[in-house]
T-cell receptor
């Protein structure tokens, strides 16, 4: 069974731009969660989608948004990028409220 | 609110020696507990998990962890470390009901393996 895939793997943007990251979950998994990883703040929960609905949201500004499609694929969008948004963005999928399996991440650099 | 503490930021261990990584959690009820490992530039790989039952759980790559409710701990162990175990290790907790799938992570412990 294929694992969680994330595209793109690397991204360079400039301040003020927006970015969209994509995540394809493991087949049969309906929950997709997003996390931001930075050296200073560690791993922080962004949001979770289940059956196309946002089920949980972390403490991030409204510039961070996401959505989930009927095939469970998910995208997250960051608008008006700031230097501090440079991070590794990790997506995880799960079948139910249990084990989350992570993708390789998208490394975003904001210049 | 749930929280996870990993007291050791770095640990250096010799190849072949034993390894123990500490994890303490704070949660009102019985949590679901996880250990993940991250190699440089990679995502997180699940090592093992505890939901209920036997408090000593076995994982992949020869790792095991013991859940101790009285100490709110979930320490990870490996009897003999290999050079390939050099990585960063994260302990995490997820609430049982109403919290969806929000994982709360500890700050991580970076393991260096000396030849």
């Amino acid at each position: 069974k294929a694992g969680v895939t994330q595209t793109p793997r690397y991204l360079i943007k400039t301040r003020g731009q927006q970015v969209t990251l994509s995540c394809s979950p493991i087949s049969g998994h309906r929950s997709v969660s997003w996390y931001q990883q930075t050296p200073g703040q560690g791993l922080q929960f962004l949001f979770e989608y289940f059956s196309e609905t946002q089920r949980n949201k972390g403490n991030f500004p409204g510039r961070f948004s996401g959505r989930q499609f009927s095939n469970s694929r998910s995208e997250m969008n960051v608008s008006t990028l700031e230097l501090g948004d440079s991070a590794l963005y990790l997506c995880a999928s799960s079948k139910n409220q249990e084990t989350q399996y992570f993708g390789p991440g998208t490394r975003l650099l904001v210049l | 609110a749930q929280s996870v503490t990993q007291p050791d930021i770095h640990i250096t261990v010799s190849e072949g020696a034993s390894l123990e990584l500490r994890c303490n959690y704070s949660y009102g009820a019985t949590p679901y507990l996880f250990w993940y490992v991250q190699s440089p530039g990679q995502g997180l790989q699940l090592l093992l998990k505890y939901f209920s039952g036997d408090t000593l759980v076995q994982g992949i790559k020869g790792f095991e962890a013991e859940f101790k409710r009285s100490q709110s701990s979930f320490n990870l162990r490996k009897p003999s470390v290999h050079w390939s175990d050099a990585a960063e290790y994260f302990c995490a907790v997820v609430g049982l009901v109403g919290a969806g799938n929000k994982l709360t992570f500890g700050g991580g412990t970076r393991v260096l393996v000396k030849p």
